[in-house]
């Protein structure tokens, strides 16, 4: 057998951090790479993604979104042309300033042909998308645009965690332009609704959709929302992010059209981005101390059989019923796969477990002779004997219930380590005991966001949409306030 | 109606490359980038490249191969590893040097943060993945390793043409690793059957596969296999390569194993890729002067149904009709588009002939009365009235029909233009009246195949697999030889 052992998962309470690297290497979903920052993503970390691109893209394409592809180097310049966008953004990114490379005597190669200016790679696509999306729209005819992009990004952190934040990684990146105010306000929802259906249903992750404040919206948008969900150490982690851009960029890059008036207006435009950051949400909401747990909707394996002999004429019986199982079950659509290796059960559990296979089914001689099977929940490691008649319908009943389960497990601790703090002492006081969400009252004021940062490390995450109106006095200065805000520590 | 009128499209025989840009930019599948030989990928031209996707990687898992993603970015030494690698092919490429962008005074901004070591946009992925396989790979019960990227990349041309050749351009490469060197040429010749039968069947492309020559092989190869297809204009355009790279990259990337025996031995690799250029090839092959000819089993909207109308009653019953068709077309997985615009029909059918949409069907008022629709073939202009409720019988027989014209017509326009040519004379004859494919005999000399492309601009394609064993003389030196070769110009 393959060099299964069972390595040691660091447990959460021991080291959170590390616990998180293990997990994710004893899944087998990441490799170092020679790169610093950059990530191997092996086979079965991005079936996670192809799962993931494969859901999200069809729920674009319902909402009238066409995929197309921009350029992956961006000259400098077009970065200079909107001042905020620059500013807050354009900063930590790769210039590729030549365009070959010479064999020197010694056999070394030696960058050559400078370019006369430098290209960066795209840390996002706002700036190159737009000059060629002034040229595609004349008139409110060709409006609304509505493109989506599945493209790599780099961006040069100088702290990098895997998935979380990387100096590459990939993602999707949505840009629509409207003819009116509304309508690209109306889209900036849809879109983070689209983001929060797709977390909920499919990741299992319950999420806060909200706004950001203006110091932590995206560099050149009027506004930001967002969904921010709580993880499993009480931090936040931003999950998904849908921009409101206003005429900012429009202005910027000339995107213009002829309104029904026949008057020149600019385009009212959206930004909508998730990537690769997602499956840490997935890693740090739903695993435990055995691995990873993957919800069975965006699992790449749902159930996995894994026959258990002592001899030839063994293996043929439960071969034979393992092949009748998986049948059945792939038939009505269940991802299976048979463990066909040769070697102890023992390994294979441990193994399939750590990479957070939804179910497993045990299928050994007795079971061959008594009609039943045993199956295993990842989520709650609860063992059942089924007959095997009844396996196809329990275990899809058991998928709906797994999936179910982890949402509701990820709620209750949210619910359980998000605080309404009425005053500084008591911010401070909750943020000293544990990480959590504090819903706090705010004036709005920036310097009051800044000092709340500065003293506790908790940063604004987002004003909820979905709040009972109340007014209250900031947390922090005391002056009037209208909205909670979540305030936390966060990825 | 959306600016559509019948741009003129420049006829084949007056300017070719125009026509072929022409054809591109009418039918809406790229446009121009600010960023030199980057090209935008438009929604049209890109969804015919989702559907290659999702095609050939269903293909590819069919035979075990497994997808992954490795980085964008791979450090400059790693170039310096495999000798005839780096002399051949690490030459005209993207070289990241700084991670940062400073802003100035002036609002411009100045690359700054200069990397220790350049790293270079991936040309290839060779360097990087074997690197890392060398990790993954133990003993011979790691393997075979088969896995396949898709992805962008970059390589630095000085002239380039869209879809051909591109400064980036989006593919996929697959990297095996195999036990012995038969289960690597096995494999080598497995995924060049791949690629043909996709041409052929999906591409409706014939294409001829064969053996590289020393010099025309990937630098780095033992050698390499290519599938050719012949253009319109009796160029050829190499589809799609796999090759068996024997130890070499093994041995500079450390890529070992233990054997049954017990002894470390180097893997055995392939690689084997396919790109956007595939696209330019279907355009090529069966395009004409009125635009875009797209097989049936690669088009993005197989059948575009076009009402015409006069008055709102006609416009009600017309498009009921229009429904009704569209829906039992897509219940039999055809995939339709109805044409629901404002605007006269002439220039609707115009624009959909330029965006080589297999069949239109048009629905009138008369056609609702009479029973009977309008269906018109994209590949010969066949126009025949049928019966409503004969039309999802008839449609579905018609693009099978029109795929396999499209394929005949092209595998008989390059048989009456592939001569075998026995002597200098009338290779040079044949080359002066047209291009075309010449079967030559060839004594398997570098200084002969140099010496025939300087005398005539034609390159060797490939030697094909499937031809009769024949002792004849080289074409340029007389001297013996037991294979033909084809020689032609190319893309």
């Known amino acids: 057998m393959n060099q299964v052992k069972k390595d040691k998962i660091t447990k959460r309470t021991e080291d959170y951090s590390k616990w998180y690297l293990d997990v994710i290497h004893e899944a087998g979903l990441l490799d170092d790479s020679p790169v610093k920052g950059c990530l191997v993503m092996r086979p079965y970390g991005y079936a996670i993604w192809e799962k993931i691109q494969k859901i999200l893209d069809l729920k674009f394409k319902e909402t009238g979104v066409e995929n197309a592809y921009f350029p992956l180097l961006i000259p400098k310049s077009f970065f200079e042309k909107e001042a905020k966008h620059v500013a807050g953004f354009a900063k930590e990114c790769a210039v590729v300033t030549h365009h070959r490379l010479e064999l020197n005597n010694d056999g070394t190669l030696i960058p050559a042909g400078q370019l006369e200016e430098p290209l960066i790679i795209r840390p996002t696509s706002e700036t190159i998308m737009y000059s060629v999306f002034s040229r595609w729209i004349q008139s409110y005819r060709d409006l609304p645009l509505l493109i989506n992009q599945w493209a790599n990004i780099v961006r040069w952190e100088m702290r990098t965690r895997p998935f979380l934040r990387t100096t590459e990684f990939l993602w999707q990146e949505g840009h629509t332009v409207h003819a009116s105010k509304q309508e690209a306000e ?57 921009h409101m851009l206003g005429q900012n960029f429009a202005k910027a890059f000339d995107v213009k059209f002829l309104d029904q008036q026949g008057q020149q207006e600019y385009g009212w435009q959206t930004s909508w981005g998730l990537s690769t950051r997602v499956i840490g949400a997935i890693i740090m909401t739903h695993s435990d101390d055995n691995g990873l747990i993957l919800p069975p909707n965006i699992a790449p394996i749902q159930i996995v059989i894994v026959p258990v002999w002592t001899n030839e004429e063994e293996k043929a019986s439960v071969f034979a019923l393992a092949t009748k199982v998986a ?65 196809l319908a ?33 911010f401070k006081a909750k943020l000293e005991q544990e990480d959590c969400f504090l819903m706090s009252h705010w004036c709005g004021s920036a310097e009051c966001e800044e000092k709340i940062k500065e003293e506790t490390k908790a940063t604004s995450r987002c004003i909820p949409f979905d709040q009972k109106q109340e007014i209250g006095k900031c947390v922090y200065c005391g002056n009037k306030s209208e909205k909670r805000i979540i305030f936390a520590k966060a990825y």
Chains 1, 2 share one sequence.
């Open 327 to 391: 049948g059945e079950l792939r038939d009505n659509e269940v991802s299976v796969k048979i463990d066909e290796r040769e070697g102890r059960p023992g390994p294979k559990f441990f193994e399939w477990e750590k990479k957070g296979i939804p179910i497993r089914i045990e299928i050994g001689p007795r079971d061959v002779a008594s009609g039943n099977l045993v199956v295993v929940r990842r989520d709650n490691s609860v063992k059942e004997f089924v007959a095997i008649d009844n396996c």
């Open 186 to 242: 109306d889209k900036t929802l849809q879109m983070i609704n689209v983001y929060r259906d797709f977390a909920e249903q499919y990741l299992a992750i319950p999420v806060i959709p909200g706004v950001k404040t203006e110091s932590e919206k995206f560099a050149g948008a009027d506004y930001t929302t967002t969904i921010e969900a709580m993880m499993q150490d009480g931090k936040a982690l931003q999950a998904g992010t849908s």
């Open 394 to 426: 329990f275990s899809k009943r058991l998928l709906t219930e797994i999936q179910d389960n982890l949402f509701n497990r990820a709620l209750e601790y949210r619910k359980a380590h998000t605080y309404n703090v009425n005053s500084w002492d008591e």
